[in-house]
């Protein structure tokens, strides 16, 4: 076996081994629960789940129904399901298949209560539905189309929606043109009585979300132009049914979740300093009927999903430093009234999500570090309904340790947070930091951190620290634009005083501290090798490396030029001054280099300039590229060999035991 082919060794067969005890127990049902939903009643509740049939490539998406403790599948086994959204009468639910077409989703309807297969609706031409919503009288759904060509956000997992399959000779030229047809995203209207979809956003005009506005008429964040990097300008507004647009506010930072109550008369949305499309936590602007936004007191929660509960009263979910919160704001009032926080659990994926019915609960996906998922409805009283508990997350359970929220000071005593996950046993520890993307986002208490190599990493007997460093959502956003103009600036030390600090605590052995981190994580794990030598091994994953030809090579080139707050064509800038590759000869920490070919939000020639920079410096470099992954790498068999190689390579460069 050669040392590039890891399959077959010890380590994978471990690792294999543990996701197999993991996956194997659910094989056929989900092993997670997403966008949760509830008719407005409350009587009925809907998830999203992922399921494996193998372990093999990514999981297939299902609709379930939440009934009493187990979950009766809406959906069948064919293509994926997701997002079932029950009608405003509770008769119906909505949902987007790719049952037809590999990777096109499309509208379905389903009479709950009736056996038999969903109803297709017209198929969107040349589309993929990406979300749907019921207008409030239940005679329409609204859908966002995505052409078979756009972009993909770097939390979707980058590259592009599904092209029809091309005829062409192997010799032919991959050809880029720069925008066309097929890269805007658009809204259209399924009319129940009429059966007809037709489009509703006129040519020129990109939708990256949207939701109905009363009956007539629609509120979206849009943009006159559909590359990823227009987002960030992206201004909210109203698309009334006979075709007229009108824009309703602009930012300065980023717009997102609309949500406007069933009449329309009150609007909200979220401002917020973000890297990532999809990826917003911040203020909460409100507007009553016929007036301006105004900025609501949320107690220093950073808001990141909002539902009106009826005309007066608005569903809240959202993060405060290391807590999740759910709450209900009353517009009329002004009074914001807590349903429920907690540090030791949250939910939601990117950040926490849920659904509220019309007698103000909240429906979520619970989970913790040490918690597996399961539905909660928050009201009066909590009810717990089906779970994701069996013999595989009983052993995950078994071997990850437990998490504990950590805090130190930084240099210059701005107090950071994050969360640290310990083995069993007394330290000190061999610690691995594992360091997030955006670089505005933020961890919280989550199922295996969200990642299923972290429990397998402390199963090993390493620490690993999740840190929430300067630049991270649910301090506010004062403290998310700390890292704006400053990435690789004031944030490099928060990562350096979390070391010395724990250090100190005698929690981690100084000899045996590692790096690992995804996207700004990866940049961030590149950056810190050439800015301190004390790491003894590093795995950055997706990163940047080379801001200046990430700026001409990648799909966000606005991203870097509005967070570097630079200019690429300007010598010595930040482009320069902050790019790892550019400081590569006082790196000594041996890196193991990780990206997806299809990666267009951080390319792979980014990985492989750092490698190259490393290896012309004497110090010891691998690069693994995996062919079929794009932004992160998540499907498996690839999922096993990057676990194999993570795992090699902190027990070559600082052992965990003997
Ligand atoms: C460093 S270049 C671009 C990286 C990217 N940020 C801006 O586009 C990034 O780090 N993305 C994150 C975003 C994310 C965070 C959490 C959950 C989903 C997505 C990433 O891909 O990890």
Same mark, same amino acid.
């Given at each position: ?68 403790? *187990? ?40 009479? +709950? ?52 399959? %091309?005829?062409?000779? *192997? ?46 008429? #629609? ?26 647009? +009108? ?23 979220? %401002? ?65 009234? %807590?349903?429920?926080?907690?540090? *030791? ?38 009810? @717990?309904?089906?779970?994701? %508990?069996?013999?595989? +997350? ?22 950071? @947070? ?94 045996? #501290? ?44 606005? /991203? ?49 300039? /750092?490698?190259?920079?490393?290896? @012309?410096?004497? #110090? ?15 499907? /498996?068999?690839?999922?096993? *060999? ?17």
């Amino acid at each position: 076996m050669s040392r590039r082919d890891v399959r077959g060794s010890a380590t994978w067969d471990l690792v294999e081994e543990y996701f197999r005890r993991l996956h194997e127990p659910v094989m056929g049902r989900p092993h997670k629960l997403l966008e949760p939903s509830c008719s407005a009643d409350g009587s009925r509740i809907a998830v999203t789940g992922l399921v494996y049939d193998e372990l093999a490539g990514l999981p297939r998406q299902a609709c379930f129904l939440v009934d009493g403790t *187990d979950l009766r599948p809406l959906t069948g086994p064919s293509g994926s399901s997701r997002q079932p959204r029950f009608s405003p009468d509770g008769t119906t639910v909505a949902f987007l298949s790719d049952r037809m077409e590999a990777g096109r989703f499309q509208l379905y309807l389903l009479r +709950t209560g009736q056996l038999g297969e969903a109803e297709a609706t017209p198929a969107v031409p040349a589309g993929t539905v990406e979300y749907c919503s019921w207008s409030p009288d239940g005679t329409k759904v609204l859908l966002g189309v995505a052409g078979l060509g756009a972009d993909l956000a770097g939390g979707q997992g980058s590259g592009t929606t599904r092209r029809p399959k %091309e005829e062409l000779p *192997d010799w032919h030229p991959r050809v880029e043109i720069g925008v066309t047809e097929e890269s805007w995203r658009s809204l259209w209207i399924h009319d129940l009585a009429a059966g007809t979809t037709t489009r509703l956003s006129p040519e020129g005009l990109n939708i990256w979300e949207a939701v109905w506005l009363g009956p007539d008429a #629609v509120v979206a964040v849009t943009s006159p132009a559909p590359d990823e990097g227009a987002w960030y300008t992206a201004v909210l507004s109203r698309l009334g049914l006979d075709g007229a647009v +009108t824009e309703l506010a602009r930012s300065e930072v980023q717009l997102g979740w609309p949500a406007a109550s069933p009449s329309g008369g009150r609007l909200a949305v979220v %401002e917020a300093v973000c890297s990532d499309r999809w990826v917003v936590a911040g203020d909460l602007l409100v507007s009553a009927p016929g007036a301006a936004f105004e900025r609501v007191d949320t107690g220093g929660v950073d808001v990141t999903a909002t539902q009106w509960i009826d005309a007066d009263r608005l569903g809240i979910l959202g993060i405060r430093g290391m807590e999740t919160v759910a709450a209900v704001y009353d517009a009329v009032t002004g009074k914001m009234t %807590e349903l429920w926080s907690s540090t *030791d659990t949250s939910c939601g994926t990117r950040y926490p999500e849920a659904a509220w019915s019309a007698d103000g609960r909240v429906v979520l996906v619970e989970e913790g570090y040490s918690v597996s998922q399961r539905v909660v409805v928050l009201g009066e009283e909590r009810v @717990e309904l089906a779970g994701i %508990e069996h013999s595989g +997350t009983e052993y995950v359970l078994s071997v990850a340790g437990k998490a504990e929220t950590v805090t130190w000071s930084a240099p210059d005593g701005l107090r950071i @947070e994050g969360i640290l996950c310990l083995p069993a046993g007394d330290g000190p520890f061999p610690l691995v930091v594992n360091i997030h993307g955006g670089p505005v986002w933020g961890y919280r208490n989550l199922w295996s951190m969200s990642s299923p190599w972290i429990p397998l990493l402390v199963a090993q007997g390493y620490a690993v620290l999740n840190p929430n460093p300067r630049g991270s959502s649910g301090r506010g956003q004062d403290f998310a634009r700390l890292v704006f103009g400053e990435m690789g600036g004031e944030d490099t030390a928060d990562f350096t005083s979390a070391l010395d600090a724990l250090v100190e605590r005698g929690i981690v052995d100084p000899t045996r #501290v590692g790096l690992i981190g995804g996207s700004y994580g990866g940049y961030m794990s590149s950056w810190l090798v050439t800015q301190d030598q004390r790491w003894a091994a590093a795995v950055p994953v997706s990163p940047v490396t080379d801001w200046y030809s990430q700026h001409f090579t990648s799909n966000i080139p606005y /991203f870097d030029a509005l967070f570097l707050d630079g200019n690429p064509e300007v010598p010595g800038d930040k482009f320069h001054s902050r790019s790892p590759v550019a400081h590569a000869s006082k790196a000594r920490t041996p890196c193991l280099n990780i990206a997806g070919a299809l990666d267009r939000c951080t390319p792979p020639t980014q990985a492989q300039e /750092f490698h190259q920079a490393l290896l @012309e410096h004497g #110090v010891e470099s691998q690069l693994a590229i995996y062919p079929q992954e794009g932004h992160g790498v998540r499907a /498996f068999p690839a999922l096993i *060999d990057f676990s194999t190689r993570v795992v090699d390579w902190f027990q070559k460069h600082m052992p965990a035991r003997g």
